[in-house]
T-cell receptor, first 114, second 114 residues
């Protein structure tokens, strides 16, 4: 089934650790995005990609980095996790379909940094 | 860049009442305005969208109106039901970003009481 997947769903990690949040989509979409969201609160765009080998920083400054080596895969890496990184991270993808530019969201990764 | 403001931040209604959520945007080049619904613990999902060449769009109990001159758009939910309880996000996008990015509002928490 075409969908967008994120792993892990929950992660508790200590300060200073390096972590990678995985995001994969099987919808063949070119555009992918990472959002940071405290539960039920505003969605902050932190990174996006137009396609393979294309990445851009979003509107919210982030200490994370991303890569886009394959169309379906858009991992996000934190080199040194801090308590301020505690949040939910949502991955999304989109493609134009007629007059709609719907973004499809993954289930999210809830990160806690102790 | 685009800035989207959303009001109210919380909205409580009785089952069967109508609910209205309003958003304003700053960039006159924006011409695509989706609305997303995020239920507790779940991912945001598109519920309706509108383009600037249309003033109103309806889908069963939900409708969206757009006033391009005033740069505001609204979500209307009629005959609300408890399952409408969720956080609703408006967003804007346009040719200025090649429709690559959505700029989201801050969200409205809707509570429908039985």
């Amino acid at each position: 089934e075409a969908d967008i997947y994120q792993t892990p769903r929950y992660l508790v990690i200590g300060t200073g650790k390096k972590i990678t949040l995985e995001c994969s989509q099987t919808m063949g979409h070119d555009k992918m995005y990472w959002y940071q969201q405290d539960p039920g609160m505003e969605l902050h765009l932190i990174h996006y990609s137009y396609g393979v080998n294309s990445t851009e920083k979003g509107d919210l400054s982030s200490e994370s980095t991303v890569s886009r080596i394959r169309t379906e895969h858009f991992p996000l890496t934190l080199e040194s996790a801090r308590p301020s990184h505690t949040s939910q991270y949502l991955c999304a993808s989109s493609e134009r379909s007629g007059l709609t530019y719907e973004q499809y969201f993954g289930p999210g990764t809830r990160l806690t940094v102790t | 860049g685009e800035n989207v403001e959303q009001h109210p931040s919380t909205l409580s209604v009785q089952e069967g009442d109508s609910a209205v959520i309003k958003c304003t945007y700053s960039d006159s080049a924006s011409n695509y305005f989706p609305w997303y619904k995020q239920e507790l613990g779940k991912r945001p999902q598109l519920i309706i969208d509108i383009r600037s060449n249309v003033g109103e769009k309806k889908d069963q109990r939900i409708a969206v109106t757009l006033n391009k001159t005033a740069k505001h758009f609204s979500l209307h939910i009629t005959e609300t039901q408890p399952e409408d309880s969720a956080v609703y996000f408006c967003a804007a996008s346009g040719q200025n970003t090649g429709f690559q990015k959505l700029v989201f509002g801050t969200g409205t928490r809707l509570l429908v009481s039985p």
